[in-house]
């Protein structure tokens, strides 16, 4: 039966691959081993619809479900750093293609995402020495820098905040040969989140709110700023939303406030 609704009604098909391949991703998981196998049923979908969405004759949709299956491979759970490498690869790949079609003056907005994606992958691929680090993370920034071309603060503010915060995280994330220069990269995140923060403000967005202050206050304590004591309190009395339940946010705050 499966193999006759796909050869009668082939794009309505992968549409529904599509889709449940998407239901897949974003299912809930009770453990990790949960959380891979829901994610390898979403890439079979996904790869199911690509049987029939060919670059050459559904290119949007081609885009999309590539935009998609990179965002399965980002998200699988990882045994080890080599299996985490080689899935991050293939999201970039994924991501490679469908910025093939989504060009920046054709799909504006689908361009952004991506790239933003491809920012997000660049900076999760496992790195063998701090060269390649460094190499990786600048790839990162550009992808972040191309979505912030098109995701202004005023047309797109919400994106606008996020793809900021993700370029605080990687100027932050970035190897230094010395001291001057990784001072210059977390002055450098530090601007970024304080313009995500114009966005995520406390009483609309509580949870990004949270994550950026975090972000902010651990940038500043490493440049031994005053004004880290204050973010981080902001961050922690907003602990629901941290993994550790503000746990790591908390052992920072006892180094960080003395008085």
């Not at 049923?41 to 479900?65: G, H, N, Q, W």
């Not at 900021?164 to 002055?187: D, F, H, I, M, T």
């Not at 304080?194 to 995520?200: G, K």
């Not at 490493?222 to 946010?249: H, N, T, V």
């Amino acid at each position: 039966m499966e193999k006759n609704r796909k050869e009668e009604y082939p794009a309505e098909y992968a549409a529904t691959q599509n889709n449940l391949g998407n239901a897949y991703r974003d299912l809930s998981s009770i453990d990790s081993a949960e959380r891979a196998s829901n994610v390898r049923k979403s890439i079979e979908c996904y790869r199911e619809a690509l049987e029939i969405y060919r670059k050459d004759e559904y290119p949007v949709d081609y885009a999309m479900t590539q935009n998609n299956l990179g965002n399965a491979y980002k998200d699988l759970p990882w045994r080890h750093s080599a299996e985490r490498a080689a899935n991050v690869r293939k999201s970039i790949e994924c991501y490679r293609e469908a910025l093939e079609i989504k060009k920046k003056d054709e799909y504006p907005v689908e361009y952004a995402t991506t790239q933003n994606n491809l920012g997000v992958a660049y900076k999760a691929l496992p790195s063998k020495d701090n060269e390649e680090r460094a190499d990786n993370v600048r790839k990162a920034i550009e992808c972040y820098r191309e979505a912030l071309d098109i995701r202004k603060k005023d047309e797109y503010p919400v994106e606008y905040a996020m793809t900021q915060n993700n370029l605080g995280n990687v100027y932050r994330a970035l190897p230094a040969k010395n001291s001057a220069e990784r001072a210059g990269n977390l002055r450098k995140s530090i601007e970024c989140y304080h313009e995500a923060l114009e966005i995520r403000k406390k009483d609309e967005y509580p949870q990004y709110y949270c994550h950026t202050a975090a972000n902010l206050g651990l940038a500043l304590a490493e440049m031994e700023d005053p004004d880290a004591c204050f973010w981080l309190k902001e961050a922690y009395s907003f602990r629901e939303f941290l993994q550790d339940q503000g746990k790591g946010i908390e052992d920072i705050m006892n180094e960080v406030c003395k008085d």
